[in-house]
């Protein structure tokens, strides 16, 4: 059978919650505005393929709309 186990179940080094809050925030920021910049460059994909617009078009698309939804996500 297994032994009983007296005491706490971690027995590591003290946590520094301040710097896991940094990363977990650092890592939501990324994730938010990395789907950001995914979502408008596939809809700066769409405009220049099934559109007549031309390439210059949909890199002015893609930066309008990456900066206008980095601004309203804030």
């Known amino acids: 059978m297994a032994e009983q186990m007296k005491g706490p179940a971690e027995t590591g ?3 520094d919650y301040s710097e896991h809050e940094k990363t ?3 890592f ?3 994730a ?3 789907t950001i910049h995914i979502v408008t460059l596939l809809i ?3 405009v220049y393929f099934f559109t007549g617009a031309g390439a210059i ?3 002015l698309t893609f930066i309008v709309l990456s900066i206008g939804a980095v601004l309203a996500a804030r």
């Open 13 to 15: 080094a003290a946590m």
């Open 24 to 26: 977990y925030n650092m």
């Open 28 to 30: 939501l920021a990324g």
């Open 32 to 34: 938010k505005y990395g």
């Open 44 to 46: 700066a994909m769409a």
């Open 57 to 59: 078009t949909s890199v």
